[in-house]
């Protein structure tokens, strides 16, 4: 007997509306775009292409954009448009981080807790629905003071925010497939829990992991970006867009616009587009969520 891996109303890929598909492309490009920047900044940096993101220039105040600083100069002296590149750096890494670490805790968790049931699902129950009632950011900014800063500390302060949301999925999907009778056959054959949960039960709960994937990393470029701008970020020598924006605010009013418009359009394209994958893939693995 084989696992069944079924992905319930999932069309072929013409029956969906052209504008979806057309959207999670733009996502898709828009995202890896800015992974590939993220890979290739320290090369463009080594190669002499962009200055130092933390070298302060010898004539620092505001430069508006030209062709020698394509993004200007800030207050502090620094090469907007290096510091730009290496913000992407940054939080790719954090949301990479912060949606893998909680995946990695919430989908067994959930697995677990669905499949046994009794006291060890309704002690997880509880201790996920507690932390899933407190708001996202006063989560993260409070595990922030905590944990203190840097991008290792920064996802996992984030990684517990998200963590219920898996477990919430995963043990909902759990309990309704475990009463299926392919699994029930499997148990009735002697099959273990582990191999249950690993060949009979996995694959068939998962559906919703990769929507939520793609929301979270876009969520979690929001909050470090909060988090940076209450300046509870990463460490002062990782450039990082929130706190960008937090120095550069001042200057605003007084005309120096391209210091909050560069990071700021930054964080706002990659949020743009790791929610456009998300909505696309959440068209796709559940089709019935939307009326045509």
Do not use: C
């Amino acid at each position: 007997m084989t696992a069944r891996f079924t992905l319930p109303g999932v069309r072929r890929l013409s029956q969906y509306p052209r504008l979806s598909i057309q959207l999670m492309l733009i996502g898709l490009v828009i995202t890896l775009l800015f992974v590939l920047v993220a890979l290739f900044a320290p090369l463009m940096q080594s190669w002499g292409w962009i200055q130092d993101p933390l070298e302060e220039l010898a004539n620092p105040i505001h430069q508006p954009p030209s062709p020698e600083h394509w993004f200007g100069t800030s207050r502090q002296g620094y090469d907007v448009f290096s510091r730009t590149l290496f913000g992407t750096q940054a939080a790719i890494q954090v949301l990479l981080a912060a949606t893998l670490l909680s995946v990695l805790v919430g989908v067994p968790l959930g697995l677990v807790s669905g499949y046994l049931g009794g006291r060890v699902d309704r002690l997880l129950l509880f201790l996920m629905d507690t932390i899933y009632t407190l708001p996202g950011l006063l989560l993260s900014v409070t595990l922030a003071f905590v944990v203190g800063r840097g991008i290792w500390n920064a996802a996992i302060a984030l990684s517990i925010a998200y963590v219920p949301q898996y477990y919430r999925v995963v043990r909902n999907h759990t309990v309704s497939v475990k009463t299926e009778l392919f699994v029930e056959a499997a148990r009735s054959m002697g099959a273990s829990t582990w191999r249950v949960l690993t060949k009979y039960l996995f694959f068939n709960v998962i559906q919703s992991v990769p929507v939520l994937f793609t929301l979270n990393a876009a969520d979690a470029v929001l909050v470090l970006g909060g988090l940076g701008f209450l300046g509870l970020g990463l460490t002062a020598e990782t450039p990082e867009w929130g706190r960008d924006l937090q120095q550069a605010l001042d200057a605003l009013p007084t005309g120096i616009w391209w210091t909050t418009l560069f990071p700021g359009l930054a964080l706002t394209l990659l949020v743009v587009g790791l929610s456009l994958i998300g909505e696309g893939l959440n068209e796709l693995i559940n089709p019935l969520s939307k009326q045509e």
